[in-house]
């Protein structure tokens, strides 16, 4: 997929307001069709492709944290119709809702840009 550093969150399509992370995921020359279409097979939910975000350093101490950061995370919105049936599904793929993701990631030194904490609003 393409990669794109972006200053502001892509807008969530009506109808899919549950949106989830899956962290250490990278889905190299897959298209966002592909990546919806094996949601679909794999997990039988409807998805939208948001965006991939490569993590910051973790800080501690006011100083980055050697070996932390760089972890490449999926952003993807599941269809409202979907959400009860992927709760457990998901799991086992290590993919999180969004307010759990974000659970431990505290200012002013968080792994994402400011802005993600916006899709919590979805």
Do not use: H
């Not at 050697?66 to 457990?88: E, P, S, Y």
């Not at 809702?97 to 802005?115: C, F, G, H, M, T």
């Amino acid at each position: 997929m393409e990669k794109v550093t972006r200053v502001k969150n892509v807008k969530v399509k009506e109808g899919f307001s549950q949106v989830c992370v899956w962290p250490g995921i990278l889905f190299g020359d897959a298209t966002v069709s592909e990546f919806e279409i094996f949601m679909l097979n794999n997990y039988s939910v409807r998805v939208q492709y948001l965006e991939e975000i490569k993590t910051k350093p973790d800080v501690a101490n006011g100083k980055p944290v050697i070996n932390t950061g760089g972890r490449n995370d999926l952003f993807f919105a599941v269809k409202n119709d979907d959400v009860d049936k992927f709760a457990t599904s998901r799991l086992l793929a290590g993919i999180e809702w969004i307010e759990d993701a974000l659970e431990v990631v505290n200012y002013p030194s968080p792994i994402y840009p400011k802005r993600v904490f916006d899709y919590r609003a979805c």
